[in-house]
């Protein structure tokens, strides 16, 4: 069993950055999968990006690429979401969620786990 919690969000102006962390408690990340998804009023859940201590490999949403970066912290129970250049369309609550195995990440139906989500509001 894993739990999650997300921290981080905010209101911000557009350019701005945020740093989210997703921490686990129970156990580490080390045997996971780490994805970020979001979801903004009156829209589905979308995935943000990915990360893996097992194959050690990253994924991102076409929308997020070159502006947002996952990584693994240190202890193997922390992932950080990084968003620079924020949008007015980046705003929604942001989830983490972990998922057994590296692939098919985009589909939320592969994790088991996942927190409560952190809001982040990006004002024009």
């Known amino acids: 069993q894993v739990q999650l919690v997300e921290s981080g969000g905010g209101l911000v102006q557009a350019g701005d950055s945020l740093r989210l962390s997703c921490a686990a408690s129970?156990?580490?990340?080390?045997?996971?999968?780490v994805g970020w998804f979001r979801q903004a009023p009156g829209k589905e859940r979308e995935f943000v990006a990915a990360?893996?201590?097992?194959?050690?490999?990253?994924d991102y949403a076409d929308s997020v690429k070159g502006r947002f970066t996952i990584s693994r912290g240190n202890a193997k129970n922390t992932v950080y979401l990084q968003m620079n250049s924020l949008k007015p369309e980046d705003t929604s609550i942001y989830y983490c969620?972990?998922?057994?195995?590296?692939?098919?990440?985009?589909?939320?139906?592969?994790?088991?786990?996942w927190g409560q989500g952190t809001q982040v509001t990006v004002s024009s």
């Open positions: 969620a972990a998922a057994t195995g590296w692939g098919n990440l985009h589909n939320d139906n592969k994790y088991s786990y």
């Open positions: 129970g156990r580490t990340f080390s045997t996971y999968s």
């Open positions: 990360v893996s201590w097992i194959v050690r490999d990253t």
